[in-house]
């Protein structure tokens, strides 16, 4: 049996690509709430610098906020990094089974049962697409009871001994009542 890959890790028709942009929102105030509260416990507070040969005497919040601001895009851009290939990660183990189980359903739309919803070991909503897959089958199943005993009930029909006027109107309604149930 192939073993399954991904072909896309992110899925633009579920709710993935917002998670992962809030993900690194809640980030970005992160650093920028953890600057703040450092700043104000550091208030009453004096930092000496040394940079380029030169040394320097100031507030700790002031100091801190100015070399924020002059590496925090460094900060942002490698923990933004880190964080976007976490959250696909993440995100793909709900958005994938979801994905995968939209397009089950479309199957089972059209006429189609019968089939396994395959996932990934460590993807989630297992549970419901176990539920599903069985529903599948059990529909296939009574869908194949139904042909049969629509089958059945035609021979029967031919064995009785009836003009072929009245065979004909209970075949008829034999194919009326299965499509009905359908």
């Not at 040394?55 to 895009?73: D, E, F, Q, R, Y």
């Not at 851009?77 to 939209?102: K, N, Q």
Request: glycine content about 4%; aromatic content about 10%; charged content about 25%.
């Amino acid at each position: 049996m192939k073993k399954y890959h991904r072909r896309r890790y992110i899925l633009k028709d579920t709710s993935q690509p917002k998670y992962i942009f809030s993900y690194f929102i809640l980030f970005c105030l992160g650093l920028f709430l953890f600057s703040i509260i450092f700043s104000f416990l550091s208030m009453g507070t004096t930092t000496i610098t040394y940079f380029n040969n030169q040394i320097a005497v100031g507030h700790t919040p002031v100091v801190l906020i100015k070399n924020i601001m002059s590496s925090g895009w460094i900060i942002v851009t490698m923990g933004g990094l880190l964080l976007f290939i976490v959250s696909i990660i993440m995100t793909h183990r709900v958005a994938g089974p979801a994905y995968r189980i939209d397009k089950s359903l479309e199957k089972m739309l059209k006429g189609e049962f019968g089939f396994p919803i395959r996932l990934r070991t460590k993807d989630e909503l297992k549970p419901i697409a176990s539920k599903l897959e069985e529903l599948s089958f059990v529909i296939n199943s009574r869908d194949k009871d139904m042909k049969k005993a629509s089958e059945d009930m035609n021979k029967l029909i031919n064995s009785l001994q009836l003009d072929e006027d009245m065979k004909a109107i209970l075949r008829k309604a034999n194919k009326s009542i299965i499509k009905d149930i359908k």
